[in-house]
Structure formats: structure tokens, C-alpha cells
């Protein structure tokens, strides 16, 4: 199936009101020409209002969809170039790191910590994943795509 909008120029219903709008013209003479065109012009106008409505839903639609992204996938920002989500959720990881892995290692030794640290990467590879952040060709950090 095509995801694209058909093109409204190229519209085979399109070009038979072309056609018909023509022959009408050839019956009816250059007197009707102005409504003639009018009307077919009227009806094109209609056709493209129709598929730039659709593209425009389907965009909102694909944003709605995925609501901390803009359109082309990065997190949405406060506007500065200061430490976005990621260093905020690196940061939190890392001091609650601490006072994780002392009780797990105390709880349970070596196989705690790990499982701890397990669940710390975990966490952050899942947002990761989520906001594209390992995509190839992308740099950490940067808004270059």
C-alpha cells in the first residue's frame, strides 16, 4: 500500500473534469470560459486543501504519538543549550548508585552488586533506546542529524 498522498494534479477524476471542462468550453464558447475555469480551478484548489489537511493530521497524528519528541525525533528542550534530560538521568543513576550498591553488597554480595549495576544500565540504555540517542551516525550532545 502507498503511504503518499496520491498527487491532486495527476488525479485521473481530476483530468476528466479537465477534459469535460474543456469540451464544455469547445460547446458552450469563449463566453462561459471565465466560470469554466473558475469552477475547475475551484475544484483543484478543494483537492489539494484535501491533501494537505490529510498530511497535516497524519503529522500531528505521528507527534501525538511520541510526546516528548519534535517532529524530526530529537527531545523537545527548554530552548538553552545547557544538560538536557540524558545528563539529568546519568546524574540521578550515578548517586543513586552509591547507596544502592552498599546495600546490595551487603545484602548479597557480589551477585547483589551486579544485579544492582545490571539494573542501573538497564535503566539507562532503556532511555537510550527510546530517545534515539544510540541510533548510528547521531553524536551525543549534539543536534546535528
Do not use: H
Amino acid at each position: 500500500m502507498n503511504t503518499r498522498d496520491p498527487d491532486p494534479l495527476r488525479d485521473p477524476e481530476l483530468k476528466g473534469d479537465l477534459e469535460a471542462t474543456l469540451q464544455t468550453r469547445k460547446e458552450l464558447g469563449e463566453g462561459y470560459e471565465s466560470e469554466l475555469v473558475d469552477a475547475f480551478l475551484e475544484k483543484v484548489e478543494r483537492r489539494i486543501d484535501t491533501a494537505v489537511d490529510r498530511r497535516v493530521r497524519r503529522r500531528l497524528a505521528e507527534e501525538q504519538m511520541a510526546p516528548g519528541r519534535t517532529a524530526r525525533g530529537r527531545p523537545r528542550g527548554n530552548g538553552s543549550n545547557g544538560p538536557g534530560p540524558a545528563f539529568g538521568l546519568a546524574a540521578l543513576s550515578l548517586m543513586m548508585a552509591i547507596p544502592l550498591s552498599a546495600i546490595a553488597a551487603a545484602n548479597a554480595g557480589l551477585p547483589g552488586l551486579l544485579i544492582c549495576w545490571g539494573g542501573i544500565v538497564g535503566v539507562n540504555a532503556c532511555y537510550a533506546v527510546v530517545t534515539g540517542a544510540l541510533r548510528p551516525g547521531r553524536n551525543a550532545g549534539t543536534d546535528a542529524d
